[in-house]
């Protein structure tokens, strides 16, 4: 009897989840309207007359035990390995990672003199690349994968990412490079200067002052692309907050170069060139927008007062020593969006240390390698959706460590604690400034 009533109860149960799913399924569609669905792999609403924003607000948490590079708790070196052999005796060095065989652009940098070359190599390089010379270093596959050998940042830098740029930058660091070239292979340099050059040392000296852009009361970030004789408006570079595009008040203008105050660039840290042609703009503006798109060569460099956000690139960027810590790309962003990210986070710790950003007219031409523009337009998506609110919080984030290596620390961990980067960003950052340590790189001091 036992037996008889446990089959009943289990046929009734049955009976009864079958009415629920079909009364579930009859109203399906209504549910639809009302649930977050997951489309391409990623949630979104489809209910309500628009789509929600990214309010950047904390979702992760970090042990704040597990932080290395805090006051109380100093670095300890451990062996620079191969990667900090000497081999060259170059204090500008130019670096970059192809996918192609080698460019003019590399051919220019290499013969350049007093500049040496390292080349980062990726799955996809061509094997052997050709491409030698005195003042050259191909750091192939198989060199990384020797090098990787008791060096933790090597080895998990991962493969078929842009990132992998950050070994030639630790390369270059350790050979002694006061300035390093960050560059792309199809941005064809008409001339490098030495940014730690005068004029009454150098014909290629860097500029010695430029113009200062103070933006209107409540400008945050500045589009220097009009004021640098932009041969087509509107026109904005990849990075910049869609929602400001047309915010004229906050843009220099061609008309107010003569009334801006000259500054010296001695506190100029990063120098970004702008690009003739097909300059670094995003796919919404390569798809609705004219190109060629060219600037003003004879035209000064702009630089803009602390706590004003303008982005750079990872393209065409002359940096110095002073902001060396400051190259590391993010590795669990899409390349599209590591360098732009970089811009951000950079300048707000440049301004900790006394130093600034500035815009100079073209150095480069360049000639873009082969692009889709929809793959460029998703893999740009963060951009468009999280910059404004990344800056936002980037104008109030303080940090409270005494050293660059520690306020660098503490910014990665609270842009992965809101989502910004992934948890492995916070872990490489700890590794790159463990590297820039053991290769004996001195941080700049930061005010209190």
Known sequence: AKMDRRVVMGL?????????????????????????????????????????????????????????FQDDSPAVATKAGALGTREFDCDNWGVVTTIFEPSESMRVVANTPGWCLVVVADRKTPDPFALDG??????????????????????????????????????????????????????????????????????????????????????????????????????????????????????????????????????????????????????????????????????PAITLPPHVYSPYNAQATIHRRNSFWGL???????????????????????????LRLAFTPPLVVQTRNPHNYLGDLDAENDLYMRTEVLIEFLRHWRGTSSTMAGRLEELYVALYERDYVGLEDVLMTQRWLQRLHDVGYAFPEVDA
């Open 12 to 68: 009734a149960g049955a009976a009864v989840g079958l009415l629920l799913l079909r009364t579930v399924w009859a109203w399906r569609p209504s549910i639809a309207q009302n649930a977050e669905e997951t489309v391409v792999g990623r949630p979104r609403s489809i209910s309500g007359t628009s789509g929600r924003l990214f309010k950047g607000e904390p979702i992760h948490a970090f042990q704040r035990t597990d932080m290395r």
């Open 328 to 354: 590391y790309l993010p590795v669990t962003v899409h390349g599209r969006v590591s360098d732009i990210w970089r811009s951000y986070f950079t300048q707000r710790l440049l301004w900790d240390a006394g």
């Open 134 to 299: 005195p003042n050259v270093k191909v750091l192939s596959v198989a060199d990384q994968i020797a090098l990787e050998h008791g060096d933790e940042f090597l080895a998990a830098t991962p493969w078929n990412h842009f990132g992998r740029k950050n070994i030639g930058f630790l390369y270059a660091i350790a050979q002694g490079a006061q300035v390093i070239f960050d560059f792309d292979d199809d941005n064809l340099p008409y001339v490098l200067w030495d940014a730690n050059a005068r004029e009454n040392r150098s014909a290629v000296a860097a500029p010695p002052v430029a113009l200062e852009h103070v933006p209107a009361p409540g400008c945050h970030v500045v589009n220097v692309y009009p004021g640098m004789g932009a041969t087509s408006l509107p026109a904005w570079p990849r990075g910049f907050p869609l929602s400001k595009i047309k915010t004229a008040t906050c843009a220099p203008t061609a008309a107010m170069l003569g009334h801006l105050k000259k500054v010296s660039t001695d506190n100029v840290a990063v120098f970004q060139s702008l690009a003739s042609h097909d300059p670094d703009v995003d796919a919404i503006y390569r798809l609705t927008q004219p190109l060629p798109l060219n600037f003003d060569r004879s035209g």
